[in-house]
């Protein structure tokens, strides 16, 4: 994978300094002039080795830096958006299995259950993690499952969007000490947001990561 074709993955606010947002942008990912500028740095060598300097210097150190695996268009590779977004759906889910086995009333079952698909049984079987969680951990989980299914009568979102935030810091927590350009690559490739504690345990985090990289590798 190109260069250029790394830094079109990565959410245009990671180019902004922090706390330019949309308010003081005046545009959503970006307005006119910054899409323009941000498609102009893409299409050349120069600017786009400046973004990558821009993001080194900044919010992805260790991205761009050399790798004896190959280098970050290996890793890209590997984790295309796609791959990653399954994989995180999945450690958000089993990040919240306490709360979601303790959901035994009809509807809500019915919305995980419509919602979560297959992923719903991954949420139930203790053979991937017993779902041991302090006390504090497990209150906070019920809390926010709870609330988020109460919005959830006609539309899955709110479901998908608490997982998947909270999928995204399990994985960057982990690669964080593991492996450090994998953890930038997952945060670009989203916008922003505030960071939530990680509580899975190392081994679920590696069972499901390589479970997911073997199911891309052999498709």
């Not at 260069?3 to 308010?23: I, K």
């Not at 890793?75 to 990040?95: F, H, K, Q, T």
């Not at 539309?155 to 593991?178: T, V």
Request: proline residues 6%; contains cysteine; neutral net charge.
């Amino acid at each position: 994978m190109s260069l250029q074709s790394l830094l079109e993955e990565v959410d245009p606010g990671w180019y902004r300094p922090p706390g330019a947002d949309t308010a003081q942008t005046g545009g959503g990912r970006g307005d006119d002039l910054d899409s323009k500028l941000l498609q102009r740095s893409l299409d050349s060598e120069l600017g786009q080795r400046m973004l990558a300097r821009w993001l080194v210097a900044g919010a992805a150190p260790h991205l761009f830096a050399p790798r004896a695996d190959g280098g970050t268009s290996r890793l890209a590779s590997v984790w295309p958006r796609e791959r990653l977004a399954a994989l995180i759906r999945d450690l958000g889910v089993l990040a919240y299995a306490p709360a979601i086995r303790g959901e035994v009333g009809r509807e809500p079952v019915r919305i995980l259950k419509r919602a979560l698909g297959n992923s719903y049984l991954l949420a139930l079987d203790k053979a991937v993690w017993d779902g041991a969680a302090d006390n504090a951990v497990a209150a906070r989980l019920r809390a926010a499952l709870h609330a988020t299914l109460a919005a959830c009568t006609q539309d899955d979102a709110p479901l998908y969007a608490l997982l998947d935030h909270h999928g995204r810091h399990e994985l960057r927590a982990w690669a964080a000490a593991r492996d450090p350009a994998f953890a930038d690559w997952v945060m670009l490739l989203w916008p922003r947001e505030d960071a939530v504690p990680a509580h899975l345990p190392e081994k679920q985090v590696i069972f499901l990561t390589g479970h997911h990289e073997k199911r891309g590798g052999a498709q």
